[in-house]
């Protein structure tokens, strides 16, 4: 069956310091692979999204930047937080050849001092 | 432009009362509508997918979905409500551009015993 796990579940972070959450994807070759933010509870963003290894699309400018090293592996990294970067991130992946439906994983909280 | 839009921020149901959580959509061609669901600080988790076929789709946790080609809509239902079912609900329709899914604002569900 297909899986996926996302850590750490909770960060905090002081202002200024790097970050690095990952996401792996099991039972699956080739999924999309996509990071998401949600802030306040409510709505989500799409942040990054990527199709393949190295291949990496940023939805937004900002401060976050994400890479996929491996085909079932998806790592959001910031050389430098910011406040604003606090939020709950969620890591998800589209099975190849599927109707479009995502899985999410468990999520990361991340808070920013 | 493709979207969704969530008319109601939050729905209050009594415990035992049927549900619904409205969604609506814009989007060119035939579309592909999907229903999830957020408990706090957790991921989503998929309900329930229309693609075609039969108007009326059921899912997980007895939820079901009324696609509504005239009225452009996607309404979720369940015909007794759970404090359980207690959470934040997202509608969402793909991008027939892109195969991205566009998201709803999200519905917070409140059921009270």
């Known amino acids: 069956s297909q899986t996926i796990h996302q850590w750490p579940a909770t960060l905090v972070q002081p202002v200024g310091s790097p970050l690095s959450l990952e996401c792996t994807v099991e039972?699956?070759?080739?999924?999309?692979l996509y990071w998401y933010r949600q802030a306040a509870g409510r709505g989500l963003q799409l942040l990054f999204y990527?199709?393949?290894?190295?291949?990496i699309s940023s939805e937004v400018p900002q401060n976050l930047s994400a890479s996929r090293p491996q085909d079932r592996q998806f790592i959001l990294s910031s050389k430098k937080l910011l406040l604003s970067d606090s939020g709950f991130y969620l890591c998800a992946f589209r099975a190849g050849g599927n109707t479009g439906e995502l899985f999410f994983g468990e999520g990361s909280r991340l808070t920013v001092l | 432009a493709q979207s969704v839009a969530q008319p109601e921020d939050q729905v209050n149901v009594a415990e035992g009362n049927p549900l619904t959580v409205k969604c609506t959509y814009s989007v060119s061609g035939n579309p592909y509508l999907f229903w999830y669901v957020q408990y706090p600080n957790r991921g989503l988790q998929f309900l329930l997918k229309?693609?075609?076929?039969d108007n009326l789709v059921k899912g997980s946790y007895g939820f079901e979905a009324e696609f509504n080609k005239s009225q452009t809509s996607f309404h979720l239902k369940k015909p007794s409500a759970l404090v359980s079912d207690s959470a934040l609900y997202f509608c969402a329709v793909r991008d027939p551009s892109n195969y991205q899914l566009i998201w709803g604002a999200g519905t917070k569900l409140i059921i009270k015993p």
């Open positions: 039972g699956t070759s080739n999924p999309n």
């Open positions: 990527s199709v393949g290894i190295g291949q």
């Open positions: 229309y693609i075609t076929g």
